[in-house]
């Protein structure tokens, strides 16, 4: 049974979900409708991922069925960056309702504090890096307050229950709830970032929990997932899985060392959304809540942390939002 974090919204999110980046198109439904098999219940999902449909596809194969009704799932997606002018965010809600064959969002996520150039659904989609002109990166003016005020008018028509945001920093999330509290408004009930042992934040998830927003960690393994997207900084770093203060952690407590990143965060009250199409190991992220690591163990894992960051804005096109 897998806990659930009661958000400031007054839902409550499952504490352990599945992350649908990098799902491919052919195996992306198969993929959701085994993981509700399963028993997962919260899906990670984005614009960008670029299988909104076939995510959908999943689920309605697992609704027909009746292994579990709309209500019992949290689905989350994430506006992407070519959509923050308020005029455009229930555009790209409504592209992602569709696309998923829902009417609303349980969580719906800004991905990061950018705002690229507009490019119509209709032109590309999802646009990904492209802003309209090949190559080139073209922005927007727009403050991310506005977005945020575009964001609670779609909760206010029931078309998502719980906002939040992606990639955000301390300086920036401070700011935006001065902004919101000035207007009485509905705060984030979710924070998500890239966290695993190199990359801990302690004083960012510290201010946020201190908030009531929840924190979900991405990329928990750490450099695992950008290997894949054949990153040097990646390669060059080794893996968490045979680190080892993490491979001593988890033979002590007979654990795999996946399980022992995943309980490192479930322990500090961050929700884990991991992604894996192998049946065991699908089974094995979802159990990590039936061992507790040692005040030792967390010792030993702070040690790890060396700030290094896979997923950074600047390496796109010189985005400063974590220097
Ligand atoms: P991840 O940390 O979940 O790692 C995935 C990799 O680990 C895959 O190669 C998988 O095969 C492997 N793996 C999974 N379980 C394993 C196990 N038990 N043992 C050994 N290997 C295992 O990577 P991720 O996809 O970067 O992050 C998870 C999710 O977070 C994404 O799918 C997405 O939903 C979300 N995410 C969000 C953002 C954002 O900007 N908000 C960015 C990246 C990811």
């Not at 969002?105 to 119509?120: C, E």
């Not at 000035?182 to 695993?196: C, F, K, M, N, Y």
Request: with cysteine; proline share 5%; hydrophobic share 35%.
């Amino acid at each position: 049974m897998v806990e659930h974090i009661k958000l400031n919204s007054g839902h409550s999110m499952p504490q352990i979900g599945f992350g649908c980046w990098k799902l491919d198109e052919s195996s992306a439904s198969e993929q959701i409708y085994n993981a509700i098999k399963e028993g997962y219940r919260l899906f990670d999902g984005a614009e960008d991922y670029g299988n909104e449909k076939q995510v959908g596809q999943g689920i309605k194969k697992a609704i027909d069925e009746g292994l579990v009704k709309r209500e019992e799932l949290f689905i989350v997606s994430k506006l992407w960056n070519s959509y923050h002018d308020p005029k455009n965010v229930e555009i790209a809600l409504d592209k992602t309702l569709s696309d998923l064959g829902l009417d609303y969002l349980d969580l719906f996520l800004i991905h990061f504090p950018i705002s690229f150039k507009f490019v119509p659904i209709e032109e590309k989609y999802p646009p990904g890096f492209y802003c309209g002109d090949g190559d080139n990166f073209h922005y927007e003016n727009v403050p991310i307050l506005n977005t945020w005020n575009a964001l609670e008018k779609l909760v206010k028509a029931g078309k998502i229950k719980s906002i939040g945001i992606s990639n955000f920093n301390g300086s920036l999330i401070y700011d935006l709830l001065r902004g919101i509290r000035s207007q009485g408004g509905i705060e984030p009930s979710v924070l998500q970032i890239e966290h695993h042992p190199y990359l801990q934040q302690p004083r960012l998830i510290e201010y946020v929990q201190g908030q009531g927003i929840a924190v979900t960690a991405y990329s928990s393994f750490g450099p695992q997932s950008f290997i894949e997207l054949e990153s040097k900084k990646a390669k060059d770093t080794p893996t968490l899985f045979e680190h080892d203060t993490i491979k001593s952690i988890a033979d002590k407590h007979g654990k795999s060392p996946a399980q022992v990143l995943l309980r490192w965060a479930t322990q500090h009250g961050i929700a884990v959304i991991p992604k894996s199409n192998n049946p065991k190991r699908l089974g094995q992220n979802l159990n990590v809540n039936d061992f507790k690591l040692s005040d030792e163990d967390i010792k030993e894992i702070a040690k790890l942390d060396i700030g290094l960051r896979f997923n950074d804005p600047w390496d796109w096109d010189k985005i400063p939002i974590f220097v």
